[in-house]
């Protein structure tokens, strides 16, 4: 597997702002462009008392980075969120993937809270790799890594007029492919608007795109994707028993291939199964993913590497499925920004 991007600290190094005494929670939001190329920057802020707030924001990013303001006041009425931005005047992309940063809340009333955070570049670079099971064409995309009960997972991505590529390459201790009333392996990946609601109640439409693919075994001759949502699929379907056979996507490629204790996942999703998502240099959209490694590490959640709040845990966000094995935990919420961008240099 390969290690540029390797994110060993991703996950939060500090959580004050979570605490039961912080009036404020906060999460700085992945980059969806390389950060060289100065782009505005998000700090979600959500006040976690019955009263409003007043106080700053500040970020404070790796050193020699330059922000057009260190710190902005904000506002916010009872529990209100908000996403405050700042504009990158001076940055270094990093061939690890990795960018320390810390956000600062500071109160009118004296509170403070801060958060320590592993940001990575959440985006995915033009490109039209062969789906073949193999990353030799993916030198040029930004790898996001995470590491789960010991285990490596990398994540890239491209895009095409046509096409969005995945390539996901899982350290796991062996591969248990597509089978009937047991559990088996999968990645599982949610793509939506950037303006989709988060899954609040089982009446509500899903407002994602929903896939699952799995390698060929005893209940499915070759590797498949399945489609398991889209915007408009009720979200108390995506909670209901459904078999998987009528969901699977023909216009999908995948290729799923095991070598020395990794198994890559390599597939293009044409974007005519996705109309509500355009394809365009700069655009905004989530993507989040699930591993299923049952017999092994569990459940792996991209959402957890990205910062989501414990808060934003949500049954609803992911559809269920025979064959997987959820934990005591529901997953985070299927909303992790990513981006669109020509290059990543």
């Known amino acids: 597997m390969r290690t540029a991007g390797l994110l060993a600290a991703l996950a939060v190094a500090s959580v004050a702002a979570l605490g039961g005494e912080e009036p404020v929670a906060l999460r700085a939001e992945s980059f969806t462009v390389p950060p060289a190329t100065g782009p505005v920057t998000h700090v979600i802020v959500q006040n976690l008392r019955p009263a409003a707030y007043a106080g700053k924001v500040g970020l404070r990013m790796p050193e020699g980075w330059e922000l057009d303001r260190v710190e902005q006041a904000v506002t916010l009425g009872p529990n209100e969120t908000r996403r405050v931005a700042f504009a990158i005047r001076k940055a270094a992309n990093s061939d690890a993937n990795t ?67 995945l390539l996901a390459e ?43 693919l799995a390698a060929s075994g005893p209940s499915r001759p070759k590797d498949t994707c399945f489609l398991l949502a889209t915007p408009d699929t009720l979200l108390s379907a995506t909670q209901a028993a459904r078999g998987l056979v009528s969901l699977a996507v023909k216009e ?23 109309p509500a998502v355009v394809p365009a240099e700069g655009r905004e959209f989530f993507f989040s993913m699930l591993v299923h490694d049952p017999d092994g590490t569990g459940l ?16 609803l ?16 919420d299927s909303h992790v920004e990513w981006g669109f961008c020509s290059s990543k240099h």
């Open 99 to 165: 960018y320390p940063v810390e956000v600062v809340a500071t109160g009118d009333d004296g509170s403070r809270a801060a958060r320590r955070q592993s940001l990575f570049c959440a985006s995915a670079p033009y490109g039209q790799p062969t789906i073949d099971g193999r990353a030799r064409e993916w030198a040029d995309a930004i790898p996001v890594t995470f590491t789960s009960g010991g285990k490596r997972t990398v994540v890239s991505t491209y895009w095409n007029r046509s096409d969005f590529c």
């Open 170 to 212: 899982v350290e796991e201790e062996k591969l248990i492919g597509c089978r009937e009333g047991a559990a088996f392996d999968a990645v599982q990946v949610a793509i939506a608007p950037r303006d989709a609601p988060a899954a609040a109640t089982a009446s509500a439409k899903a407002g994602r795109y929903e896939f699952l």
């Open 252 to 274: 999908a490629k995948l290729v799923v291939r095991r070598k020395a204790g990794v198994t890559t996942y390599e597939c293009s999703l044409p974007f005519a199964a996705m």
């Open 300 to 315: 792996r959640d991209l959402g957890e590497a990205a910062g989501l709040w414990p808060s934003q845990r949500n049954r």
């Open 317 to 332: 966000a992911w559809s269920l499925w025979p064959g997987a094995k959820w934990g005591a935990d529901a997953p985070f």
